[in-house]
Structures are given as structure tokens and as C-alpha cells.
């Protein structure tokens, strides 16, 4: 079998419908979108459309949109920017976030600022009620992820959002694991702002969007040029924001179709692990509730010995399975996810688990061949259970 590819949430192959949109702007169009001529004019035109088509794909105004280089750089950009804007000093926000919130929220610490970290729920679930108790008049964003990169929970947005409004203090939420995957319209979610990342929905890598409501408190973050009204410096990069706007459009149009697939193989290799594995085998996704693209999972060794999963990972690589363990953006760290002992996993489980992800290319066949595999491994580092 071909190389099975169960890392869908670190990253997505290039959709070729994407590619075929993206091409002309590297050999034909190639001007800079800020030069008067008409190779200029031509690129300029694409990044508006492109705009546009973003900005009624998720329910925004065109001059809401922001193309920023991806998931991280938009997540920074908006905590920062609303820290600088309001001159508050709090942000709020969860310990198992994605890193591109989490590290800037601290960075802000050198300037006196403060975090106040929510406790989730063993599910990964931040409550709208938690929130509403931990705002207070010097907070001045909250930052929490509409899904879990690692695990898969759905937060409440739209319950988060309705208390901080009331509060009057900006709320954020990082959807680059949602968009296109489950609806995201920001009038409904009511978010002050969004972080989406093309290459999550097999669009480019290093493109991304940052969603600002008109009004938002908020100084950009990267300066330098009159680029994006002047609230993103930099050349644009137009193969990849026409990319992105194709991916999206792609991935909304496909949704329903494409999460029936993803649900399908989901229950396919939950029925597999469970039938195989039994009381080895710990869900750290939520079993309901979660999106069915992403699923957690850790092993019990039965006795004190714990299962090092790196090793299972590179087992799994030989046989020509890739998946990870956890994030990719902290991969070749040893110490347990942030994530899974964030939701109170013991270190045993938090160590030996590994994330499956799925996307519209990957099918049934492949779910078979990873649980033979799989269990042929676990019985060489484990051994056969009793």
C-alpha cells in the first residue's frame, strides 16, 4: 500500500483544483499588487476578489479581512494589537491552546502584563460561565480556540462571545482547525475577531486570514508598508491568497459531503480500535461532541511499565503510517502534550498517545491497514494482553 497519510490536522496536500488557481500568478501574473501598471493592477484585482470571496464565505465585510502569512502570525497580531490598543493589561485564555496564543500572551508579561489561564473540562471544553467570572476591568482580550488541534473539543464560541460582549472586552478565537470543516459565520458566532490557515483546508502553506469587526480596538502588529491598509506590511503574496480564497470556497461549498466521508472513517477506526484493543486503548477526543477529523488516543500497558510514544509514532513511519503526537509545531519534544495534561491526562497516557487525523482524500482501506499494523506493533512493544 502507498503511504498512508493520518496527519491531516498538521497539515493538508495541495487540492489540485487550488494549484490550477494559484499557477498563472507565479509565471503570468506575477506583478507586485502595489505597482501602478497593469501588471500591478492585475494582481491587485485578485487579491480583492479573492477578499470578497473570503469575506462571504464566513459572513464578514471585505475590509474585515486581513491576509496575514498563516494560523500563528494572525494569532499573535490580534492579541498583541488589542493589547497595545486598549493599554489593558489581562489576557484570558486556556492552557491548552495552540502555541501561536499561548506564547504571545506570556511574551506579555515583560510589559507587566498578566495571564489568566481557564481550566477545561476533561473533554477540552472552556464554559461561557468560566469566562464571565474571570473578566475584570483591566482584561483586554480573551483568547479561546473554536476546536482543539490536538483533541478535537468544540468550544461554545457563540456562549463566549455573548459574555464578553456584555463585558465589553474583545473576543478572539483561532478556527484554523474549524474553518471549512464545520460552519463559521461570524455573525452568528459573533466574534470580535478569527484566525483562519489555508494550508489546514489543502490550500498553500504561509498564507492566512485574520477576521477584525469593524470597530475592533486594535493597533497592527506588522508594520512596514501601506500593504492591507496599512494594517499588514509586506509584498503580497498573491499565488497563495488566490490559493486560499479557491481552498475555502472548495472546502464550504464541500463541507457536508466531505465531514459524512470524515465521520464515516471515524466510526470505522473507533469500532477497529475498540474491538482490538479494549481496556488497552484511552480516548483523549471526546467520543461525541467533537469533530470527527481529529482523534487522541493513548494506550495502558496493563502493568507499570508506560509506552513511549515517539517509538510507536516511528514504528508506525516504518510501516508507512504517518501521524503525530500532538501539535507538530512542538514534535520532537519529550515532554508530555500541553494539551492532554492540560485536560488532567496522567503523564503515562498523556506520553504514549498519538493524533489521528483525517481529510476528504484518505478512505477505509487505510483505516484497516493502520489497525493491523498497529497492533502488530503494540504486541512487539507491549506484548499480547492475557
Given amino acids: 500500500m502507498n503511504p498512508v497519510y493520518f496527519d491531516n490536522a498538521s497539515t493538508t496536500a495541495v487540492d489540485p483544483q487550488v494549484m490550477d488557481a494559484m499557477l498563472p500568478y507565479f509565471m503570468d501574473n ?31 465585510e471585505p475590509s474585515e479581512i486581513i491576509f496575514t502569512s498563516g494560523g500563528t502570525e494572525s494569532d499573535n497580531a490580534i492579541i498583541k494589537g488589542v493589547v497595545a490598543a486598549t493599554r489593558k493589561q489581562e489576557v484570558i485564555t486556556s492552557p491548552i491552546e495552540h502555541h501561536a496564543v499561548i506564547h504571545p500572551a506570556e511574551s506579555l508579561k515583560i510589559q507587566q502584563g498578566r495571564v489568566t489561564y481557564l481550566t477545561p473540562s476533561g473533554d477540552g471544553v472552556t464554559e461561557a460561565d468560566q469566562v464571565k467570572e474571570a473578566i475584570s476591568e483591566q482584561t483586554a482580550i480573551v483568547s479561546l480556540m473554536h476546536v482543539n488541534n490536538e483533541i478535537g473539543s468544540i468550544n461554545p464560541v457563540r456562549e463566549i462571545a455573548a459574555v464578553c460582549r456584555e463585558k465589553g472586552v474583545v473576543f ?16 452568528d458566532l459573533d466574534v470580535d475577531a478569527l484566525s483562519i490557515s489555508a494550508h489546514k483546508i489543502h490550500g498553500p502553506k504561509g498564507i492566512g486570514v485574520l477576521y477584525v469587526r469593524n470597530g475592533t480596538p486594535w493597533i497592527p502588529w506588522l508594520q512596514g508598508g501601506s500593504q492591507e491598509r496599512r494594517r ?12 486560499m480564497a479557491e481552498a475555502l470556497k472548495l472546502a464550504v461549498e464541500n463541507l457536508e459531503v466531505n465531514r459524512a466521508h470524515v465521520t464515516a472513517l471515524r466510526d470505522h477506526a473507533v469500532a477497529g480500535l475498540k474491538n482490538r484493543f479494549g481496556d488497552r486503548l484511552h480516548f483523549n477526543s471526546p467520543e461525541t461532541g467533537g469533530v470527527p477529523h481529529i482523534l487522541n488516543i493513548g494506550f495502558n500497558t496493563g502493568d507499570s511499565r508506560s509506552l513511549d510514544g515517539e517509538m510507536l509514532l516511528l514504528n508506525l513511519d516504518i510501516e508507512g503510517i504517518c501521524v503525530s503526537n500532538g501539535s507538530a509545531c512542538t514534535s520532537g519534544a519529550m515532554e508530555p502534550s500541553h494539551v492532554l495534561t492540560g ?35 503494540l504486541d512487539r512493544m507491549i506484548g499480547t494482553p492475557a
Avoid: W
Fill in 343 to 377: 485536560i488532567g491526562s496522567g503523564e503515562a497516557i498523556a506520553k504514549s498517545s498519538i493524533r489521528i487525523s483525517f481529510c476528504k482524500k484518505n478512505n477505509s482501506a487505510e483505516i484497516d491497514y493502520f489497525l493491523n499494523k498497529l497492533e502488530n506493533i
Fill in 30 to 60: 506575477f506583478g507586485n499588487a502595489n505597482s501602478a501598471h497593469q501588471f500591478g493592477r492585475t494582481c491587485k484585482v485578485a487579491i480583492e476578489d479573492s477578499r470578497e470571496l473570503i469575506a462571504a464565505l464566513i459572513g464578514a
Fill in 172 to 187: 478572539h478565537s483561532d478556527t484554523v482547525q474549524s474553518a471549512g470543516k464545520v460552519p463559521l459565520y461570524v455573525k
Fill in 232 to 243: 499588514r506590511g509586506g509584498t503580497s503574496n498573491v499565488p497563495c491568497i488566490v490559493g
